[in-house]
Nanobody, 125 residues
């Protein structure tokens, strides 16, 4: 059974940091591009960041570039999202996703093959 399980969300003050994790299991994800998306209340799900498993290619939404860092640990089949300098507008449910043979620069949510259930990040101002 393929699973993507997110963890690490929580409540943090503006300017603080959190690290999200996405543990992948159930199959090999070496041919998948991994991404993080987020969805704030009343808004559409939006792309945040993407990476290939080798870590050689990453891509970020303009709104998080320079503050967020995506990375992988191949030995643990885990993808991370380090979030620094958090703002109130970063408050959302964060989802991990996998796209078979996808491109880091083009990750429409409708094309994702697998999704996690999400982890809530709340940034207080």
């Amino acid at each position: 059974q393929v699973q993507l399980v997110e963890s690490g969300g929580g409540l943090v003050q503006a300017g603080g940091s959190l690290r999200l994790s996405c543990a992948a299991s159930g199959r090999s994800f070496s041919m998948y591009t991994m991404g993080w998306f987020r969805q704030a209340p009343g808004k559409e799900r939006q792309f945040v960041a993407a990476i290939n498993w080798s870590g050689s290619s990453t891509y970020y939404a303009v709104s998080v570039k320079g503050r967020f860092t995506i990375s992988t640990n191949n030995a643990k089949d885990t993808v991370y999202l380090q979030m620094n300098s958090l703002k109130a507008e970063d408050t959302a449910v964060y989802y991990c996703a996998a796209d078979y043979l996808g491109s880091t620069t083009t990750m429409p949510s409708r094309r994702m093959d697998y999704w996690g259930k999400g982890t809530l990040v709340t940034v207080s101002s």
